[in-house]
């Protein structure tokens, strides 16, 4: 008989949102996972789901640091081009 590991969960869930489109990089643009990790998903270990969903939280963590730098730099432009208009 196999023994189960305490408080291991019993299967990850796919961080599969729906929107399955490649982007620039390779990377899914819904869940930001790699073709291979899609592709393989049901074939992974638990402990390998856990380190691919880790690294979907990265790369969205580093996407959106990345947006918010262009919008912040868009609205420095906007209020640049403003002040000159007031003078």
């Known amino acids: 008989m196999q023994q189960k590991k305490l408080f291991e969960p019993e299967d990850i869930e796919s961080p599969c949102v729906g929107i ?7 990377y ?3 869940c930001l996972r790699s073709r291979e990790e899609r592709f393989y998903w049901a074939k992974l270990t638990t402990e390998q789901k856990i380190k691919v ?4 939280k990265m790369r969205r963590k580093k996407l959106t640091n990345k947006q918010l730098k262009q919008k912040e730099e868009e609205l420095l432009k906007q209020i640049k081009g403003e002040q000159l208009d007031l003078f």
Do not use: H, K
């Not at 969903?53 to 979907?56: I, R, T």
């Open 20 to 26: 399955c489109e490649s982007g620039a990089r390779g």
């Open 28 to 30: 899914c643009r819904g």
């Open 53 to 56: 969903v880790s690294l979907c």
